[in-house]
């Protein structure tokens, strides 16, 4: 079955930057995009982009060009997203998700379990 | 970006009754818009596609309607699990935009 399988919990310090993971299994890692979701403490839910592990092709909201960098490695089956030059507005959980086979690829019918990223000094 | 409104921000209903939220896109959206579901804590869980869709092992007391610039969520005859948050989400074009939610409460 499809798992997402998300890296812990972050604490960081404002300024910095943190990569977080999103290993997947259960299905061809090359053939579908994986999406990242923003959600902040009672708030709704935000895309940031995707990318394609097949080629490598991204695609992110434009509101986090330069903030998150999206990567994956096709050899581990393992999407990255990196987050830089981190301020409290980047404290949030930060979601994996994957498409429905078949349909709008827009549909996210897997999801990991979401990574808490708390920026404080 | 298309906006996504959604109504009401929040909604107290009791067992067994029958509730609709509601979700406004800024454009035409042409029926391509979803409907998740989350408890706290926990990831969205997608429960409706295309508008109007069921995804596999989705309750069938669930339905979504609409059509251009209007959605609509129905939930019959609400059990215990039911209570949560609900977001709609544009799927037609990039970026992929989600209403701001609307968390149902036991009354």
């Known amino acids: 079955q499809v798992q997402l399988q998300q890296s812990g919990a972050e604490l960081v310090k404002p300024g910095s930057s943190v990569k977080i993971s999103c290993k997947a299994s259960?299905?061809?890692?090359?053939?579908?995009?994986m999406h990242w979701i923003k959600q902040q403490p009672g708030n709704g839910l935000e895309w940031i982009g995707w990318?394609?592990?097949?080629?490598?092709?991204?695609k992110y909201n434009q509101k986090f060009n330069g903030k998150a960098t999206l990567t994956a490695d096709k050899s581990s089956s393992t999407a990255y997203m990196q987050l830089s030059s981190l301020t409290s507005e980047d404290s949030a959980v930060y979601f994996c998700?994957?498409?429905?086979?078949?349909?709008?690829?827009?549909?996210?019918?897997?999801w990991g379990q979401g990574t808490l990223v708390t920026v404080s000094s | 970006d298309i906006q996504m409104t959604q109504s009401p921000a929040s909604l107290s209903a009791s067992l067994g009754e029958t509730v609709t939220i509601e979700c406004l896109a800024s454009e035409d959206i042409y029926d391509i818009l979803a409907w998740y579901q989350q408890k706290p804590g926990k990831s969205p869980q997608l429960l409706i596609y295309?508008?109007?869709s069921l995804h596999t092992g989705v309750p069938s007391r669930f339905s979504g309607s609409g059509s251009g610039t209007q959605y609509s969520l129905k939930i019959n005859s609400l059990q215990p699990e039911d209570f949560a948050s609900y977001y709609c989400q544009n799927g037609l074009s990039a970026p992929n935009t989600f209403g701001a939610g609307t968390k149902l409460e036991l009354k």
């Open positions: 259960g299905y061809t890692f090359t053939s579908y995009d």
């Open positions: 990318i394609y592990p097949g080629n490598g092709n991204t």
């Open positions: 998700a994957r498409p429905l086979p078949g349909y709008n690829p827009n549909w996210f019918a897997y």
């Open positions: 295309d508008a109007s």
